[in-house]
């Protein structure tokens, strides 16, 4: 089955500042999924990006895809305190499998 | 629409005993998921449905654990007997049809078992 590895595994920034993160994965893919966890809550979708898409955007969020590289990033601009959660990449169909996370602090 | 709802939100019980945990999928969702959370093996997909049968139970962890679901609205999950290592947050999630899509979480239930 296919999972993404987020990279790095925690960042700690301050208000205003952007945050990047980074998703590898190790087969080919349709699509790819980024997902947000607040702390004790579940799972919160945020973009999907297909295999055929080299960039997105929804809101401060930009995302790209490489499939040469088998790599996603999400970018979150003008981060803010409500901001501050666990980021998952997502790959697979039926099977969707996800990373370990990246643990975002937005200190105000 | 109420999103996936999960009952219960919280369940602590004894080694040994058998728990039930609950879930309602949104409303015309046709693929139903159930994941577990914990801090050493990160979200771990158990089994999921299609069209209320059961597709990929390969995450299952042992045959302490099964999974049903009777109808298109109800699914449970079923721990017995459950040991501390089930300890974790177990989750619901649905999509519309299969293949990638976008699924919607439901806020978990976390299970401690002494």
């Known amino acids: 089955s296919q999972q993404g590895e987020e990279d790095p595994q925690a960042l700690s920034i301050q208000e205003g500042e952007n945050a990047t993160m980074n998703c590898s994965y190790k087969?080919?893919?349709?699509?790819l999924q980024w997902y947000r966890q607040n702390s004790g809550r579940g799972l919160v979708h945020l973009i999907l990006?297909?295999?055929?898409?080299r960039e997105k955007h929804s809101g401060r969020l930009r995302v790209t895809l490489d499939t040469s590289k088998k790599s996603s990033s999400l970018l979150i601009t003008a981060s803010r305190a409500a901001d501050t959660a666990s980021y998952f990449c997502?790959?697979?169909?039926?099977?969707?499998?996800f990373g370990a996370g990246t643990r975002l602090t937005v200190k105000p | 629409d109420a999103g996936v709802i999960q009952s219960p939100r919280h369940e602590v019980t004894e080694m040994g005993q058998e728990v039930t945990l609950r879930c309602k999928p949104i409303?015309?969702?046709?693929?139903l998921f159930w994941y577990r959370q914990t801090m050493m093996r990160g979200l771990e997909l158990l089994i999921y449905?299609?069209?209320?049968?059961?597709?990929?139970d390969s995450g299952m962890p042992e045959d302490r654990f099964s999974a049903k679901m009777p109808n298109a609205s109800f699914s449970t999950l079923k721990i017995q007997p459950s040991e501390p290592r089930d300890s974790a947050v177990y989750f619901c999630?649905?999509?519309?049809?299969?293949?990638?899509?976008?699924?919607?979480f439901g806020p978990g239930t976390r299970l401690t078992v002494l």
């Open positions: 449905f299609n069209n209320n049968v059961p597709i990929d």
């Open positions: 990006i297909r295999s055929n898409e």
């Open positions: 997502a790959t697979g169909n039926n099977d969707m499998r």
């Open positions: 409303s015309g969702h046709n693929s």
């Open positions: 087969t080919s893919i349709n699509n």
């Open positions: 999630a649905s999509s519309w049809a299969s293949g990638g899509r976008e699924q919607f």
